[in-house]
């Protein structure tokens, strides 16, 4: 079963611009972790922010969390038309052991 | 570039075959997990392997099973085929100990049963 929801399915946005998607989860969580795909291939890991983190940044991402509303937020500032691709949350409830509980995803294309 | 390989990249079988997706994973990394990801959909976990012994299983039926080997590679075995189980799979693998909850993924296979 699908833990998260990305918001929104798609985005659509002219390079330069910033993009935000958004994340919501059910249950509480360990952490949090943000994931790129390009073109239905391998996913690429992000960023991961714990439950005791409220923001984070790496390069031009920032990742928020506010575990009161289950929800995650990630920004990525500058698009490039190389950011291209779908963007998934996925959530542990247990570290060092339990599985990534994925979304559905966010669409993102950038055009230059 | 995450170090961890699959193959096939693609295959198509027919229902009611069986079918065989191999992972490499990196050196040191003894944990490895299998997803399925259909079109459109995020990656949905099937099992875990933890130094050769499942430990972890999402829900997915039995004839989904899997093989852990000492050289970090694995293997996942799907029976009875059936048209639903066309999807991109997914093998990911993380250092010994869970020492870090982030997961290395391989390009995937894209099964397709007609």
């Known amino acids: 079963s699908q833990q998260g929801e990305e918001d929104p399915q798609a985005l659509s946005i002219q390079e330069g611009e910033n993009a935000t998607m958004n994340c919501s989860y059910k249950t509480s969580i360990n952490n949090l972790q943000w994931y790129r795909q390009n073109s239905g291939r391998g996913l690429v890991h992000l960023i991961l922010i714990r439950s005791n983190e409220r923001e984070k940044h790496s390069g031009r991402l920032r990742v928020t969390l506010d575990t009161s509303k289950k929800s995650s937020s990630l920004l990525i500032t500058a698009s490039r038309a190389a950011d291209t691709a779908s963007y998934f949350c996925?959530?542990?409830?247990?570290?060092?052991?339990?599985?990534?509980?994925f979304g559905k995803g966010t669409r993102l294309s950038v055009i230059a | 570039e995450t170090g961890v390989t699959q193959s096939p990249t693609h295959l198509i079988k027919t229902r009611g075959q069986q079918v065989t997706l191999r992972c490499s994973s990196q050196s040191g990394h003894n944990t490895v997990s299998w997803y399925q990801q259909a079109l459109g959909q995020g990656p949905q976990f099937i099992f875990q392997?933890?130094?050769?012994?499942?430990?972890g299983r999402g829900n997915f039926p039995p004839r989904f099973s899997g093989l852990q080997f000492p050289n970090y590679s694995s293997e996942l075995n799907v029976n009875a085929l059936e048209l639903d189980d066309s999807a991109l799979y997914l093998c990911a693998s993380r250092p010994r100990g869970g020492i870090t909850d982030t997961q290395y993924f391989g390009p995937g296979t894209r099964l397709t049963v007609l």
């Open positions: 392997y933890y130094r050769e012994e499942e430990n």
């Open positions: 996925a959530t542990v409830t247990n570290s060092g052991n339990t599985p990534l509980v």
